[in-house]
């Protein structure tokens, strides 16, 4: 029969402090190193050569407890790659992931079963990502059927709480996908994600299909939702200003790798990485007195293909700081992430700012 | 005279689940060399508004009515299919949101891009390749000799939609409508197509109607905005004064609601509680009164008109269709109504 009697509760506000050891403890998720190869055919004259997209090329991140990480970057930078490979739905080419210091990557299926539990994902398309033929009740009971949580009676209670939790009419447990609007059914896709009680939620662009007023009532849920049962997000989104709003720890992709990651105050105030740079003038701000007054950093050209990503620095071909100072090491060495001061959490992979720090910090540390 | 006087469009759709009214009395007129931000979401009504000025609406499910469509003082609504193809491209041209979509994949660059020029200008193939290659490199695409000679799969996103930029403006056309010309395309990339158009539009003096929901781009794009709400124009204001004192409450809950990089990060956002009106069953009074935190009871019954009014500290000219608007001047734009 099944080995829970009773389903999960959700917990009430008042308890809601119980899991929010933020920002101390180790990671509750850790990735070293992480590559996603795909393998492209090309069909040549003399049969051609299979060649590797390098959709993820070496990621490295931890995420604390109780925190909300947003990995941002443009498309094709490998941000989703990078999310449905830590979510086990691609298996990894290279590197490792942990969840509570439990490695995921060598996992067989039935192994992952437990972890599933514990780390759920949201999806960009609130059409796509819901079964048409299922109802609510059943859309949001089947996470507990898979783990045998509950009895039938218990689990439609325990649905009926989850879409109140999302600020859905419990009473319209029985309707199917296309009686909802786009943002009903993002709510609904959240509410399946926290059937099972997670404690990391991978949100893989939630609110980007989205118009701006629904976009906003859904932030505001995922932020209410945090803070009342002490949730973990990985963040995946282009748009910086959302990532801004609901993430305290931001990651910035290019071309499969994390350029900079930094601590939300740090990253917004003072970026490094000249890429970094670019994005944040890119935006547009809502703001005509602002937005007419603002230096803008115009990168020239494209994103290059991850197939055949440039050699050394994958940004040097567009960097703006490159073509003014050329260095040798951009198009040679692929910069690592360093960290500038020890212990404030401000990563950046760029030879040329880490060159122009150097001799400041070199005299502060002279005897 | 204004280059474009819409007087009263309204765009219906016959369906099965009752009539859709997409437009419904929408005014406004536009001056040469403008930039025009139409804002709203979707299903607002202001793609449909653009189609309908080049006459693109199916027909049926599709009917358009007006009062008059004046360009340049010619009427394009009474005007025949075979007039009207002589402005489509010419005079008038758009640029879709979707490049991939809105090229065809079977022809060349060429192909696509001389087609207006032998059409409308009556040049020769080598002639208007040869202004089809200037076209290209106006607006930014390398070696653009070379490129001519491609197809659609060939570029990137990027520069598919600076292919489409430069067909829409081939021809030097007095209007411009640019149809969510970015949304498809990432930040970098948006920045550079939006400099360029700013760019073209100082060159050519072409006036530009903007449609997007990203109140960002247009508080950087446009001289006057007007807000788009269930089909109805709910707001019309200079960029400077919109952004400064909504007048509309839907303004202000549109403005609430984005995240900007200068909002306080983890604060909830001012977001507008509801949906989007049905627009095949909308309310009898204003189509935001659901939504609205500055209703009165009047809002329900009385479907209000857009009224004008000069905004006295800043002598704007401004227009809003609510009945509370005197309230709203007196508020400051991000405070919440007082309940009495």
Redesign the interface.
């Known amino acids: 029969m099944t080995d829970t009697t009773t389903p999960p509760n959700l917990p009430d506000a008042g308890t809601a402090s119980r899991t929010r050891t933020l920002e101390s403890g180790p990671p509750l998720l850790a990735v070293y190193g992480l590559k996603k190869h795909f393998k492209v055919q090309s069909k040549g004259l003399l049969g051609g050569q299979d060649k590797m997209l390098h959709a993820v090329d070496g990621v490295d991140f931890e995420l604390r407890r109780g925190e909300a990480l947003g990995l941002v970057g443009?498309?094709g930078c490998g941000k989703s790659t990078a999310a449905r490979t830590i979510m086990g739905l691609y298996p990894a080419t290279e590197g490792s992931v942990q969840l509570e210091g439990r490695e995921l990557t060598t996992l067989t299926r039935s192994e992952w079963r437990p972890v599933r539990r514990k780390m759920q994902m949201i999806f960009q398309d609130p059409y796509a990502s819901l079964d048409p033929r299922q109802t609510v009740a059943s859309i949001l009971a089947e996470p507990l059927k898979i783990h045998r949580i509950g009895r039938a009676k218990d689990r439609k209670i325990h649905a009926m709480a989850l879409l109140e939790a999302v600020g859905l009419n419990p009473r319209h447990i029985h309707r199917y996908p296309h009686e909802f609007?786009g943002?009903?059914r993002q709510r609904i896709g959240i509410a399946r994600a926290l059937a099972l009680e997670p404690d990391l939620i991978v949100c893989d662009e939630p609110v980007s299909a989205l118009?701006?007023?629904?976009?906003?009532?859904v932030?505001?849920l995922l932020?209410?939702l945090q803070e009342r049962f002490g949730l973990s997000y990985l963040f995946i989104a282009?748009d910086?200003?959302?990532v801004?709003?609901?993430c305290t720890r931001i990651a910035v992709m290019y071309l499969g790798r994390i350029v900079e990651i930094a601590n939300?105050e740090d990253l917004?105030r003072n970026p490094r990485h000249p890429y970094t740079k670019?994005?944040?003038?890119?935006?547009?701000?809502?703001?005509?007195?602002?937005?007419?007054n603002r230096e803008?950093i115009?990168?020239?050209?494209?994103?290059p293909s991850p197939i055949d990503p440039p050699a050394g620095c994958a940004f040097h071909p567009r960097c703006p700081k490159y073509a003014a100072q050329p260095d040798v090491r951009c198009t040679t060495e692929t910069p690592d992430l360093e960290e500038e001061h020890p212990g404030r959490r401000h990563e950046f992979a760029c030879h040329l700012e880490h060159a122009a720090t150097i001799p400041a910090s070199e005299s502060a540390g002279a005897p | 005279m204004a280059l474009l006087d819409v007087q009263n469009l309204r765009v219906r759709f016959e369906t099965h689940h009752g009539v859709v009214r997409a437009v419904d009395g929408v005014s406004f007129q536009l001056e040469e060399g403008e930039t025009l931000g139409l804002v709203g979401?979707?299903g607002s009504g202001k793609s449909v508004t653009n189609l309908a000025l080049l006459g693109l609406i199916p027909s049926p499910p599709g009917v358009v009515e007006a009062d008059a469509l004046l360009f340049e003082g010619t009427d394009l609504a009474k005007l025949s299919e075979a007039q009207m193809r002589k402005i489509r491209g010419n005079d008038i041209s758009m640029i879709f949101q979707d490049p991939m979509t809105s090229l065809n994949p079977l022809l060349t660059i060429e192909r696509q891009l001389t087609e207006v020029l032998c059409l409308h200008k009556k040049m020769s193939r080598r002639e208007a390749k040869k202004k089809a290659i200037q076209g290209l490199g106006d607006v930014g695409i390398?070696s653009p000799d070379k490129r001519i000679d491609q197809y659609p799969h060939e570029l990137?996103?990027?520069?598919r939609q600076r292919v489409m930029i430069a067909m829409g403006l081939l021809c030097e056309p007095r209007l411009l409508l640019a149809d969510e010309p970015t949304t498809a395309l990432?930040?970098?990339?948006?920045?550079?197509v939006?400099?360029l158009m700013k760019d073209l539009q100082a060159r050519t003096g072409t006036a530009i109607i903007l449609v997007t929901?990203?109140?960002?781009?247009v508080?950087?794009m446009s001289d006057r905005i007007q807000v788009m709400y269930g089909g109805r124009l709910v707001e019309m204001a200079p960029?400077?004064d919109l952004?400064a004192q909504p007048l509309h409450p839907y303004t202000r809950?549109?403005?609430?609601?984005?995240?900007?990089?200068?909002?306080h990060?983890?604060e909830?956002?001012?977001?507008?509680?509801g949906?989007?009106p049905d627009l095949a069953d909308m309310p009898p009074g204003c189509a935001f009164e659901p939504r609205c935190a500055w209703k009165t009871e009047r809002c329900a019954q009385e479907s209000p008109p857009l009224r004008s009014l000069t905004q006295p500290e800043t002598g704007a000219k401004r227009h809003s269709a609510c009945l509370e608007i005197e309230t709203l001047l007196q508020t400051p734009p991000s405070s919440a109504p007082v309940t009495p």
């Open positions: 443009e498309s609007s943002g009903q118009d701006v007023s629904i976009q906003a009532q932030l505001n932020g209410e282009h910086l200003a959302v801004r709003h609901l939300r917004f670019a994005l944040l003038s890119a935006i547009p701000e809502p703001d005509p007195v602002r937005e007419r803008r115009v990168l020239q050209g494209d994103v | 979401e979707s390398p990137s996103g990027g520069m990432d930040v970098t990339i948006q920045a550079q939006l400099e929901h990203d109140l960002g781009v508080a950087g960029t400077l952004f809950g549109l403005l609430g609601s984005i995240p900007t990089l200068h909002s990060p983890g909830d956002l001012d977001s507008i509680p949906q989007p």
